[in-house]
Structures are given as structure tokens and as C-alpha cells.
T-cell receptor, first 112, second 112 residues
Framework: NAGVTQTPKFQVLKTGQSMTLQCAQD?????MSWYRQDPGMGLRLIHY???????DQGEVPNGYNVSRSTTEDFPLRLLSAAPSQTSVYFC???????????FGPGTRLTVT | QQQVKQSPQSLIVQKGGIPIINCAYE??????FPWYQQFPGKGPALLIA?????SEKKEGRFTISFNKSAKQFSLHIMDSQPGDSATYFC???????????FGAGTILRVKS
């Protein structure tokens, strides 16, 4: 199993550009989520999904969109990037009945 | 506001020492308290977790102490090693591990 994979590993965007961060898992996990990590603030939940076709907002959803068309994939879209979105983004997944979340390796995003 | 407060921000100990990282939470409905370990350039990985009906849990050199009445929990690392140098996050969640709320993180350095 590859576990949770994320692409790209690094990305630089200009203010106003859009892009999609990709996340995939091969563990047949129902629950998937996106977090951003900023110094001194830990990880904060952006959006999550409890299954295909079902998404909901987390703590910091503004400026981000998600969709979940398959169990395996959970892309995160930035419609109009802002410098405040400069961060490291982590995708995670877990079984619906489980407690442990498995994190991907992260995407470091810089918005100039 | 931060629902889980973690201290200290950073910690340096000698090899063999016992670093202690503390966390406090506000929401008494939290039902799962994990600790995650993160190495530079990697995603967080679950280290150890506890539920509120247990006051202590040990896994190898790692111990969680949990004080439900004080709404506090802590991580102790026995006989710390240089390989334990990492960032440690406490977290809390509702609903079986969904929607993790993280502390700000503690950067631990174990000197050899």
C-alpha cells in the first residue's frame, strides 16, 4: 500500500492564481480531511469528508473548495490564491469506525 | 481561539532525560486524545492515544497521563534518545477521531 499520497510536493503561486492540491489513498478509508500547518498554530482542519459525495467545513474553510467523487481521491482547490494561504498542507484519512488518522507527506505552498 | 493549549513551545533535554509536554483542553465533550510525532519534511504520525476513561497509558518509552477533572494531559518520554528529536502535537477530537483539534506543537531536541 502506498498509503496517503499528495502532489505536488512544492508549489509557488502568484496572488490570484488557482490550483488543485491532489490527495489519494489506497486503504479504502471512508474519512478524508485536509489540514494546514502554520508555525505556532499546529494543524487546523480545512475541510473533511465522511464518504464519497459528502463534504463539510472544518475550522478554516474560507478560500478553499473540496469535492469527493470517489473513495480514493479528495482534491483541495484554491480558487484565487492569497499570501495568507502560504502554508504546508496535509491530507489525512481513516476508517469510518477507526480513530487513527494517517497523514500524507504534505504540500508546501508559497503564494507571492 | 485555541481549544487545545500545548506547552512548552520548545524543549531541549540530554539523552536519557525525561521530557514532559503538557496540554490542556476546554471542551469536555472531547472523547479521544492522540499525540502525533512529526519529523522534518514528513507528515505527522500517530504516536500514542488515550480515551478519557483511562488515567494513564504506556507504549514502550512513551506515556500519556490524563487528568479528566483538570482537563489536562501530558506526554512523558522515558530514556529519551536523539532519534526522538521531532515536533510533537497533542490533539483532541469528537466523534471517534474525526475533526482533530491540534495543539500548537512542541519542538523537542534530545542532545547526545
Amino acid at each position: 500500500n502506498a498509503g496517503v499520497t499528495q502532489t505536488p510536493k512544492f508549489q509557488v503561486l502568484k496572488t490570484g492564481q488557482s490550483m488543485t492540491l491532489q490527495c489519494a489513498q489506497d486503504m479504502n478509508h471512508e474519512y478524508m480531511s485536509w489540514y494546514r500547518q502554520d508555525p505556532g498554530m499546529g494543524l487546523r482542519l480545512i475541510h473533511y469528508s465522511v464518504g464519497a459525495g459528502i463534504t463539510d467545513q472544518g475550522e478554516v474553510p474560507n478560500g478553499y473548495n473540496v469535492s469527493r467523487s470517489t473513495t480514493e481521491d479528495f482534491p483541495l482547490r484554491l480558487l484565487s490564491a492569497a499570501p495568507s494561504q502560504t502554508s504546508v498542507y496535509f491530507c489525512a484519512s481513516k476508517l469510518a469506525g477507526g480513530r487513527e488518522q494517517y497523514f500524507g507527506p504534505g504540500t508546501r505552498l508559497t503564494v507571492t | 481561539q485555541q481549544q487545545v493549549k500545548q506547552s512548552p513551545q520548545s524543549l531541549i533535554v540530554q539523552k536519557g532525560g525525561i521530557p514532559i509536554i503538557n496540554c490542556a483542553y476546554e471542551n469536555t465533550a472531547f472523547d479521544y486524545f492522540p499525540w502525533y510525532q512529526q519529523f522534518p519534511g514528513k507528515g505527522p504520525a500517530l504516536l500514542i492515544a488515550i480515551r478519557p476513561d483511562v488515567s494513564e497509558k504506556k507504549e514502550g518509552r512513551f506515556t500519556i497521563s490524563f487528568n479528566k477533572s483538570a482537563k489536562q494531559f501530558s506526554l512523558h518520554i522515558m530514556d529519551s534518545q536523539p532519534g526522538d528529536s521531532a515536533t510533537y502535537f497533542c490533539a483532541a477530537s469528537l466523534i471517534r477521531g474525526n475533526k482533530l483539534v491540534f495543539g500548537a506543537g512542541t519542538i523537542l531536541r534530545v542532545k547526545s
